[in-house]
Each structure stands twice: as C-alpha cells, then as structure tokens.
Nanobody, 119 residues
Framework: QVRLGESGGGLVQAGGSLRLSCVASGSIVRINAMGWYRQVPGKQRELVTTITSGGSTNYLDSVKGRFTISRDNAQNTVYLQMNSLKPEDTAVYYC?????????????WGQGTQVTVSS
C-alpha cells in the first residue's frame, strides 16, 4: 500500500506565494513520474505540472513562469512552488505519483489540499 500526504495549502492574497509538499510512503520500489493536478467545483480535474524521475518537467500554459515543480527522490517527495498567485489558481490541488511496488505499477493520488487566492 502506498500513501501520498499533501501539505502547504491555505489562503493567500493575489500576488502571494505558497509551497505545496507531497510525501509518498509505503512499499515503494520506484517512483516514476510525479505531478500536481487541480480541480474546482463543477469542472474536470486538470493537469498543472509533472516531473519525471529524471527531472524533466512540463507545465500548464497558464502557470508557466509562476509555478515550479521539484522533487527529492531520496525523500520520495514532490514540491510545487507557486508564485504570483492569481484568484483563478483557487482550487483543490492533488498530488499524483506513478509508483512501482514489489508487485505492480499503479498511479496513486493524495487527498487534496485547498488553495484559495483572494483578490
């Protein structure tokens, strides 16, 4: 069993910053790609950014230049540094990890953390 634990969400004014963290724990052999998604009520969950085990990244166009994803492979942790936040960034942010355990490979999700940006 693998668990993803997120932290770092909260309320911030427009233009401010937040840093999200997500730690993976459990019977992990290897973590492949990790990423962050977000969802607002009534809309589909959207991909914000991903990072491969080798460090290659990609971003949603609307967050390029403002958000930065990074990971610490030794700590099984992925981070999302969010700068210059806008009200439209308000959402529940979910951590995602493609994990190989001793038996299989599976994508796991965190429970989500609320980010609210006030104007």
């Amino acid at each position: 069993q693998v668990r993803l634990g997120e932290s770092g969400g909260g309320l911030v004014q427009a233009g401010g910053s937040l840093r999200l963290s997500c730690v993976a724990s459990g019977s992990i052999v290897r973590i492949n790609a990790m990423g962050w998604y977000r969802q607002v009520p009534g809309k589909q969950r959207e991909l914000v950014t991903t990072i491969t085990s080798g460090g290659s990244t990609n971003y949603l166009d609307s967050v390029k230049g403002r958000f930065t994803i990074s990971r610490d492979n030794a700590q099984n942790t992925v981070y999302l540094q969010m700068n210059s936040l806008k009200p439209e960034d308000t959402a529940v942010y979910y951590c995602n990890a493609d994990v190989t355990t001793g038996l299989w490979r599976h994508v796991y999700w965190g429970q989500g953390t609320q980010v609210t940006v006030s104007s």
